[in-house]
């Protein structure tokens, strides 16, 4: 079969939905602080929306043939996809989105292997599923019909397919055992099917279904061999005999179609869509000719959607010019490998000054999303009419790749000797048995010892001297002694609680990945760089562009002075290696393995200096370490191998009697379990208040046999919780696991919450664990 509507030479498969100027995030919030009403909400985001696919055209897509996406959300893709299909009501939309004081919001959780966070839809075999709100035809027809004198633009919608929503939702509460979302995929699949015959009938050209659960075993592994295969077959059976329906491009993101698991692409290159887009960034090309794929475009993810780095576009042209003949493909189309929903906007937005780590270098170095679109429009012009045609801009790029390669910083050879050097004996400490004597003797403390995460209340004080200190209203001393009473506060707060181990409290971190990468050599930050966390939330991440180590100490004058008013033992708190690359755009120059090593040697250095000051204890929180594990099963050994051997880089140098702590915080331990004994801490805490203590058996079972500090509260929500349950969960624990090796303290650091609801939590956590010691 021929393609009868010829795919786009060139696209993206989606664009940022927050702004330029973070736009949405303010009506967003102007909306939910009632200051403004529906109908401003929804002018804003259609201006948005406007201003978005006419940007995207001014930068060289086409206005006319489906290149442009139109991949918009108000809160959530997969959120609007439940409201798609009626799952979610349309007008319940931020209550899902945000709770209410009836109803608590839906699940958040990583999508993929990114951070950015998704809505988890809740799917029962009664849940309606039917297409019920058509918002993308809306969106479709107001920019190709547009009534405000404007550029007309014939978008692309974009929508989260069917199979992977199913398979990202969980089983509504009530569901009959073994009931699985995906059982309701014919129902689903009728709802898209009607989408897309409005669609059509709108006159859109293309639609695309983003299926990017067909490279992820961590969300596919529970299916029957060939299950996937046939709910991908069967549901796209169904979607292309509708009539009159747009040309369908099935998207796979993050990662390869094909692994150990399965052969993904076979059944999608089977069916009758008309273009597949593969992530060429991640994944890999298909070698050989794959049935199916003659009557296909295949859209090449050449261009990296998931980091900021400037794309090799010799290399990639010589790479989409190979393409056709090795797959047979009906035709070859550049496109991005994800969406860039996570890269900023514009490298243009950013003040380039070498002010405050703006390194002027990077400028050239780098492509956020409107110089991604450039490249997709360079390779594709390059692809159609010759190299030659896009001459310059291939010279430019292999002038600033080479130009990075050679600058001063990026490569380090005393950084690049250490991690060479580095042996076996190095990653090692003394056996446990001897830790723990030693360690018991130097900080005598009760069973059951208290503590906390890390982190108390960013008041709006700290933040509004934080930010008086960054536009220069506030000299480095006053902020100083601004932060210093904040500690001696939280320090005075804790003595009076009763808690055994204290923690300076972080007033001083604006983030905790963000405030190392301003103090190590290696990283930049931008001032602008924003891109969406989930809903209204965005995160400036760091860009580690060099070899990475630490001009000074990082954190120590803040353990000593915390340490100089107590005589309890205070924490040092450190940010994990494997957490600061997940959270930091990472250089794509060598293996992240490597350059985890390198900010492993870091951290090491800064536990000798705290260790110097008198620190007894140290945390090194990772709470990315299961964000990180690849998708593919076959691949995460390798990786939970350099992602332990990283922490331990950087905890083992400190000595027997120094306590090592570290703290993860997310439910799904199941593949890191074994990793999580890895690390060889002397305590982990761990988020386990809403599966009621589910991860302290398990741990047990696999043999875990060090001290662990399963979150006896819930600090995502202000919900204070009585004395009695903390103590309830906490007798959970201590019948689950030798007693002795129990700590007692939050799921996770408390800077989001208030001071009223902390003092009240803690202080029911002090009175259970004194509850539950005397009973032991
Ligand atoms: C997301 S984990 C947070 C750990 C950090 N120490 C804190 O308490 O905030
Ligand atoms: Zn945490």
């Given at each position: 079969m021929p393609i009868a509507t010829p795919f786009p030479g060139g696209t993206i498969l989606g664009y940022p939905r927050i702004g330029r100027r973070r736009e949405l995030k303010r009506a967003l919030e102007a909306r939910w602080a009632g200051r403004t009403t529906d109908a401003e909400l929804e002018a804003a985001s259609r201006a948005l929306r406007l201003a978005t696919v006419r940007r995207l055209v001014a930068l060289g897509l086409d206005p006319a043939d489906g290149s442009v996406p139109s991949s918009f959300s108000p809160y959530d893709q997969v959120l609007d996809a439940a409201v798609l299909l009626g799952a979610v009501p349309a007008a319940d939309y931020f209550v899902a989105a945000r709770g209410d004081g009836a109803r608590p919001p839906l699940e958040m959780t990583k999508w993929f292997d990114t951070n950015y966070h998704y809505l988890v839809p809740e799917i029962g075999p009664d849940t309606p599923l039917t297409f019920a709100d058509d918002a993308p035809v809306r969106w479709f027809a107001e920019a190709a019909r547009p009534d405000d004198g404007g550029q007309a633009v014939v978008t692309r919608p974009v929508v989260v397919g069917p199979v992977t929503f199913l398979l990202l939702a969980k089983a509504a509460a009530g569901a009959p055992v073994g009931f699985r979302p995906l059982d309701r995929l014919d129902d689903a699949v009728a709802a898209y099917a009607d989408l897309l015959a409005a669609l059509g009938a709108a006159g859109a050209p293309w639609v695309q279904l983003d299926e990017p659960a067909l490279v992820a075993d961590t969300v596919t592994g529970h299916l029957a061999p060939g299950a996937l295969a046939e709910a991908v077959t069967r549901a796209y059976a169904t979607l292309t005999a509708v009539p009159g329906r747009p040309a369908i491009l099935v998207a796979a993101p993050y990662g390869d179609l094909r692994g150990a698991s399965g052969d993904h692409l076979a059944p999608l290159a089977a069916s009758d869509v008309e273009a597949i887009a593969v992530d060429l960034v991640r994944g890999s090309a298909p070698t050989g000719l794959v049935p199916g794929l003659e009557s296909k475009a295949l859209v090449a993810g050449l261009v990296d959607g998931h980091n900021v780095w400037r794309a090799d576009l010799a290399a990639r042209l010589a790479q989409a010019a190979r393409l056709q003949a090795a797959t047979g493909t009906g035709a070859v189309a550049v496109g991005t490998s994800t969406s860039l929903l996570h890269v900023p906007h514009d490298v243009e937005d950013e003040t380039w000054d070498g002010a405050a780590g703006r390194d002027p270098r990077l400028r050239d170095w780098l492509a956020f999303a409107d110089q991604k679109v450039a490249e997709v429009v360079t390779l594709a012009r390059g692809l159609a009419h010759g190299p030659g045609a896009v001459a310059e801009q291939i010279a430019a790029a292999s002038a600033a790749l080479a130009d990075r390669a050679a600058a001063?910083?990026?490569?380090?050879p005393a950084v690049r000797e250490r991690v060479a050097r580095l042996g076996e004996a190095d990653v090692a400490r003394a056996p446990y048995r001897e830790r723990a004597a030693a360690q018991a003797a130097r900080l005598s403390l009760p069973p059951l010892p208290t503590t906390t995460i890390g982190s108390f209340p960013q008041t709006p004080e700290i933040r509004a001297a934080r930010a008086a200190w960054a536009r220069g209203a506030l000299d480095d001393a006053a902020y100083e002694a601004a932060m210093r009473a904040e500690v001696a506060r939280v320090v005075a707060l804790q003595e009076e609680l009763g808690l055994d181990v204290l923690v300076h409290g972080e007033p001083e971190r604006n983030d905790m990945v963000q405030h190392f990468a301003e103090r190590l050599d290696g990283f930049a930050v931008t001032a602008g760089g924003w891109v969406q966390s989930y809903g209204s939330r965005c995160v400036r991440p760091p860009i580690l562009w060099g070899d990475v180590s630490r001009p000074a100490p990082l954190t120590v004058a803040w353990t000593r002075y915390a340490q100089s008013l107590t005589a309890k033992p205070v924490k040092g708190m450190l940010t994990g290696p494997v957490t600061i690359l997940a959270w930091s755009f990472v250089r794509d120059d060598q293996p992240l393995g490597d350059t985890a090593a390198q900010v492993a040697l870091a951290l090491r250095d800064e536990v000798a200096d705290l260790e110097a000051a008198g620190a007894a204890v140290v945390q090194v929180d990772e709470p990315a370490l299961r964000e990180l594990l690849p998708l593919r099963r076959e691949d995460q050994r390798a990786y939970l191998d350099w992602a332990v051997r990283a922490f331990r880089l950087a905890t083992a140098g400190a000595a027997p009697d120094t306590q090592v702590h570290t703290h993860l915080c997310y439910s799904e331990f199941g593949e890191v379990i074994d990793a999580i004994d890895g690390l060889d801490a002397d305590v982990t805490s761990l988020e386990a208040a809403r599966s009621r203590m589910e991860i302290v058996p398990q741990l047990r079972d696999a043999g875990y046999g060090r001290g662990i500090g399963p979150g006896v509260y819930d600090i995502h929500s202000p919900r204070v919780p009585s004395a009695g349950e903390v103590t309830e969960l906490l007798r959970l624990a201590v019948r689950a696991i030798e007693p002795a090796l129990v700590w007692v303290n939050p799921d996770c650091g408390l800077k989001t919450r208030g001071y009223a609801e902390t003092t009240e939590s803690l202080r029911h956590l002090v009175a259970a664990a004194r509850a539950v010691r005397a009973s032991l």
């Amino acid at each position: 079969m021929p393609i009868a509507t010829p795919f786009p030479g060139g696209t993206i498969l989606g664009y940022p939905r927050i702004g330029r100027r973070r736009e949405l995030k303010r009506a967003l919030e102007a909306r939910w602080a009632g200051r403004t009403t529906d109908a401003e909400l929804e002018a804003a985001s259609r201006a948005l929306r406007l201003a978005t696919v006419r940007r995207l055209v001014a930068l060289g897509l086409d206005p006319a043939d489906g290149s442009v996406p139109s991949s918009f959300s108000p809160y959530d893709q997969v959120l609007d996809a439940a409201v798609l299909l009626g799952a979610v009501p349309a007008a319940d939309y931020f209550v899902a989105a945000r709770g209410d004081g009836a109803r608590p919001p839906l699940e958040m959780t990583k999508w993929f292997d990114t951070n950015y966070h998704y809505l988890v839809p809740e799917i029962g075999p009664d849940t309606p599923l039917t297409f019920a709100d058509d918002a993308p035809v809306r969106w479709f027809a107001e920019a190709a019909r547009p009534d405000d004198g404007g550029q007309a633009v014939v978008t692309r919608p974009v929508v989260v397919g069917p199979v992977t929503f199913l398979l990202l939702a969980k089983a509504a509460a009530g569901a009959p055992v073994g009931f699985r979302p995906l059982d309701r995929l014919d129902d689903a699949v009728a709802a898209y099917a009607d989408l897309l015959a409005a669609l059509g009938a709108a006159g859109a050209p293309w639609v695309q279904l983003d299926e990017p659960a067909l490279v992820a075993d961590t969300v596919t592994g529970h299916l029957a061999p060939g299950a996937l295969a046939e709910a991908v077959t069967r549901a796209y059976a169904t979607l292309t005999a509708v009539p009159g329906r747009p040309a369908i491009l099935v998207a796979a993101p993050y990662g390869d179609l094909r692994g150990a698991s399965g052969d993904h692409l076979a059944p999608l290159a089977a069916s009758d869509v008309e273009a597949i887009a593969v992530d060429l960034v991640r994944g890999s090309a298909p070698t050989g000719l794959v049935p199916g794929l003659e009557s296909k475009a295949l859209v090449a993810g050449l261009v990296d959607g998931h980091n900021v780095w400037r794309a090799d576009l010799a290399a990639r042209l010589a790479q989409a010019a190979r393409l056709q003949a090795a797959t047979g493909t009906g035709a070859v189309a550049v496109g991005t490998s994800t969406s860039l929903l996570h890269v900023p906007h514009d490298v243009e937005d950013e003040t380039w000054d070498g002010a405050a780590g703006r390194d002027p270098r990077l400028r050239d170095w780098l492509a956020f999303a409107d110089q991604k679109v450039a490249e997709v429009v360079t390779l594709a012009r390059g692809l159609a009419h010759g190299p030659g045609a896009v001459a310059e801009q291939i010279a430019a790029a292999s002038a600033a790749l080479a130009d990075r390669a050679a600058a001063a910083g990026v490569v380090v050879p005393a950084v690049r000797e250490r991690v060479a050097r580095l042996g076996e004996a190095d990653v090692a400490r003394a056996p446990y048995r001897e830790r723990a004597a030693a360690q018991a003797a130097r900080l005598s403390l009760p069973p059951l010892p208290t503590t906390t995460i890390g982190s108390f209340p960013q008041t709006p004080e700290i933040r509004a001297a934080r930010a008086a200190w960054a536009r220069g209203a506030l000299d480095d001393a006053a902020y100083e002694a601004a932060m210093r009473a904040e500690v001696a506060r939280v320090v005075a707060l804790q003595e009076e609680l009763g808690l055994d181990v204290l923690v300076h409290g972080e007033p001083e971190r604006n983030d905790m990945v963000q405030h190392f990468a301003e103090r190590l050599d290696g990283f930049a930050v931008t001032a602008g760089g924003w891109v969406q966390s989930y809903g209204s939330r965005c995160v400036r991440p760091p860009i580690l562009w060099g070899d990475v180590s630490r001009p000074a100490p990082l954190t120590v004058a803040w353990t000593r002075y915390a340490q100089s008013l107590t005589a309890k033992p205070v924490k040092g708190m450190l940010t994990g290696p494997v957490t600061i690359l997940a959270w930091s755009f990472v250089r794509d120059d060598q293996p992240l393995g490597d350059t985890a090593a390198q900010v492993a040697l870091a951290l090491r250095d800064e536990v000798a200096d705290l260790e110097a000051a008198g620190a007894a204890v140290v945390q090194v929180d990772e709470p990315a370490l299961r964000e990180l594990l690849p998708l593919r099963r076959e691949d995460q050994r390798a990786y939970l191998d350099w992602a332990v051997r990283a922490f331990r880089l950087a905890t083992a140098g400190a000595a027997p009697d120094t306590q090592v702590h570290t703290h993860l915080c997310y439910s799904e331990f199941g593949e890191v379990i074994d990793a999580i004994d890895g690390l060889d801490a002397d305590v982990t805490s761990l988020e386990a208040a809403r599966s009621r203590m589910e991860i302290v058996p398990q741990l047990r079972d696999a043999g875990y046999g060090r001290g662990i500090g399963p979150g006896v509260y819930d600090i995502h929500s202000p919900r204070v919780p009585s004395a009695g349950e903390v103590t309830e969960l906490l007798r959970l624990a201590v019948r689950a696991i030798e007693p002795a090796l129990v700590w007692v303290n939050p799921d996770c650091g408390l800077k989001t919450r208030g001071y009223a609801e902390t003092t009240e939590s803690l202080r029911h956590l002090v009175a259970a664990a004194r509850a539950v010691r005397a009973s032991l």
